[in-house]
């Protein structure tokens, strides 16, 4: 399944698929992202990080595609599985901001047995 | 790994009182600490940015009078939330950065806070 960003807070899945979660950012001058895991009553989670001279990034089952020219960020989970469930957030990070971070509005995912 | 960690995890107070926050790195000294506030279903808000040593920077429509910081140590940071109204009902989560690299950044577990 795929999620069309702010158009769509929740994306649901069935276990084993794969999720795509996007995002998109306004501020050209960003040059940090990063994508972080939210489970309901906790802080957020480091998921996977990608500078803003990178297309691409792969971690465990996880891959961050950074597209600039459309200020697109995406995250994709491989074979989704129940604890995948949670909200996930990008946040990206100004040049000369002062390491503060910004963060989207969300997207709720929840895995379907 | 480094761990930050916030106390309490969970509070409820009457409206009109003040609510101290702490959030604590437990093994890397945090130069910089962040405060963001979350509403139910909604994303993280900055607050403000504390230094140790220095006065926080505040973010646009926060009161500072209202949201006091404290970086007093570069492993602890406090906000106090006085006069507490419902309408500061939140989660309320820090971040610390440090650790000696510029993306070594950690969130706390976040605060329920309940204005009665």
């Known amino acids: 399944g795929e999620s069309v960003g702010l158009h769509l807070p929740t994306l649901s899945v069935q276990e084993g698929d794969n999720s795509i979660i996007n995002c998109a950012y306004s501020?050209?001058?960003?040059?940090?992202f990063i994508w972080y895991k939210q489970e309901s009553g906790k802080g957020p989670q480091f998921i996977i990080d990608?500078?803003?001279?990178?297309d691409k990034r792969q971690g465990q089952r996880v891959t961050v595609l950074l597209n600039k020219t459309v200020k697109h960020l995406s995250l994709q989970i491989a074979a989704t599985q129940p604890g995948d469930s949670a909200v996930y957030f990008c946040?990206?990070?100004?040049?000369?901001?002062?390491?503060?971070?910004?963060f989207g509005t969300g997207t709720q995912l929840k895995v379907e047995l | 790994g480094a761990v930050v960690s916030q106390h309490p995890s969970r509070v409820i107070c009457k409206s009109g009182t003040s609510v101290k926050i702490e959030c604590r790195s437990l093994?890397?000294?945090?130069?910089?600490m962040f405060w963001y506030r979350q509403f139910p279903k909604q994303s993280l808000m900055l607050m403000a940015t504390?230094?140790?040593?220095?006065?926080?920077?505040?973010e646009q429509g926060v009161e500072k009078d209202k949201f006091l910081i404290n970086h007093a140590s570069l492993t602890l940071s406090t906000l106090t939330v006085t006069s507490a109204h419902p309408e500061d009902s939140s989660f309320y989560i820090c971040?610390?950065?440090?650790?000696?690299?510029?993306?070594?950044?950690?969130f706390g577990p976040g605060t329920r806070l309940l204005v009665l």
């Open positions: 501020n050209s001058a960003s040059d940090y």
């Open positions: 946040a990206e990070k100004i040049t000369g901001g002062g390491n503060k971070l910004t």
């Open positions: 093994d890397f000294q945090a130069t910089t």
């Open positions: 971040r610390a950065l440090g650790g000696g690299t510029q993306e070594t950044q950690y």
């Open positions: 504390s230094n140790e040593g220095s006065k926080a920077t505040y």
């Open positions: 990608i500078r803003s001279n990178m």
